[in-house]
């Protein structure tokens, strides 16, 4: 089992910046696909951003320019930098291993924590 924690939500103003973090208990990051995900009050889970093995990197149509998925292998984080958010932005936000890849998404493990959230005020 790959446990993951999230980390760094918070409340904002709509324009405003925030930078989720996802960090390993007992593995290394660095030989998974990860991605990010999210969801908000009444809808389901949305794929938001991977980064892959090879450090390629996959985005959501409506978060592509302004969201950003990139790891720090020395910290054993993969980081989601939030930029120009929108009040739709507002939701939980959860990181988990891909299975695979299957471009543009990620193909999550079943393995969830308790996220991360996040609320863009109008």
């Known amino acids: 089992q790959v446990q993951l924690v999230e980390s760094g939500g918070g409340l904002v103003q709509a324009g405003g910046s925030l930078r989720l973090s996802c960090a390993a208990s007992g593995r290394t990051l660095s030989t998974y696909s990860i991605g990010w995900f999210r969801q908000a009050p009444g809808k389901e889970r949305e794929f938001v951003a991977a980064?892959?093995?090879?450090?390629?990197?996959y985005y959501a149509e409506s978060v592509k320019g302004r969201l950003a998925i990139s790891r720090d292998n020395a910290k054993n984080t993969v980081s989601l930098q939030m930029n120009s958010l929108k009040p739709e932005d507002t939701a939980v936000y959860y990181c988990?291993?891909?299975?695979?890849?299957?471009?543009?998404?990620?193909?999550?493990?079943?393995?969830w924590g308790q996220g991360t959230q996040v609320t863009v005020s109008s």
């Open positions: 980064i892959g093995k090879d450090d390629a990197t």
């Open positions: 988990a291993r891909c299975r695979y890849i299957v471009s543009p998404t990620c193909a999550p493990e079943n393995y």
